[in-house]
């Protein structure tokens, strides 16, 4: 089970990444307004950060079932560093592409929302609420594990030991 979670990880990370190279292409294309660029990229990032969300929503559950049940966070660190670095590679992208366009227009320099910047904050949410699901995780599967043990644990003063 840990080796399909690598290997699905890894294609899903590459899918969205090579999918992010594909989204970017639209800044080399001259032929349309800077204002009409934003609004194709901005409909575009829509639907990805959906699937994005989705499929890593998937890895994280099933990296916490990993968790729960074999004790090892590394799955659920991975999941959450995945999404946090492609939204974050995503921001940083589109961050330079407003600071090119706004050397270019600067009288257009509403064209970008700052709704579509959200990933900065989400990246650094996302590390933080993985981090504390981690030690809730880690702490009831500790709590449960004392509990199997002191399950089967008998007293000395009934003279079974």
């Given at each position: 089970?840990?080796?399909?979670?690598?290997?699905?990880?890894?294609?899903?990370?590459g899918?969205?990444?090579?999918?992010?190279?594909?989204?970017?292409?639209?800044?080399?294309?001259?032929?349309?307004?800077?204002?009409?660029?934003?609004?194709?990229?901005?409909?575009?990032?829509?639907?990805?950060?959906?699937?994005?969300?989705?499929v890593?929503?998937?890895?994280?559950?099933?990296?916490?079932?990993l968790?729960?049940?074999?004790?090892?966070?590394?799955?659920?660190?991975?999941?959450?560093?995945?999404?946090?670095?492609?939204?974050l590679?995503?921001?940083?992208?589109?961050?330079?592409?407003?600071?090119?366009?706004?050397?270019?227009?600067?009288?257009?320099e509403?064209?970008?929302?700052?709704?579509?910047?959200?990933?900065?904050?989400?990246?650094?949410?996302?590390?933080?609420?993985?981090?504390?699901?981690?030690?809730?995780?880690?702490?009831?599967?500790?709590?449960?594990?004392?509990?199997?043990?002191?399950?089967?644990?008998?007293?000395?003063?009934?003279g079974?030991?």
């Amino acid at each position: 089970m840990e080796r399909k979670f690598f290997n699905y990880y890894a294609i899903a990370v590459g899918l969205f990444l090579l999918w992010m190279v594909l989204r970017n292409q639209i800044w080399s294309n001259e032929s349309l307004l800077p204002g009409d660029l934003v609004m194709i990229y901005a409909r575009d990032s829509g639907f990805y950060f959906l699937l994005l969300r989705v499929v890593f929503l998937i890895f994280s559950l099933w990296a916490s079932f990993l968790l729960w049940t074999k004790g090892k966070s590394k799955f659920i660190w991975l999941a959450a560093t995945a999404y946090s670095c492609i939204l974050l590679l995503d921001t940083f992208i589109l961050g330079a592409k407003y600071l090119e366009f706004k050397l270019v227009h600067e009288s257009w320099e509403a064209a970008f929302p700052i709704s579509m910047f959200v990933g900065l904050g989400e990246a650094i949410f996302n590390i933080l609420f993985t981090g504390f699901v981690v030690w809730l995780i880690k702490d009831s599967r500790k709590k449960r594990l004392a509990r199997q043990q002191n399950l089967y644990k008998y007293d000395s003063a009934f003279g079974i030991q």
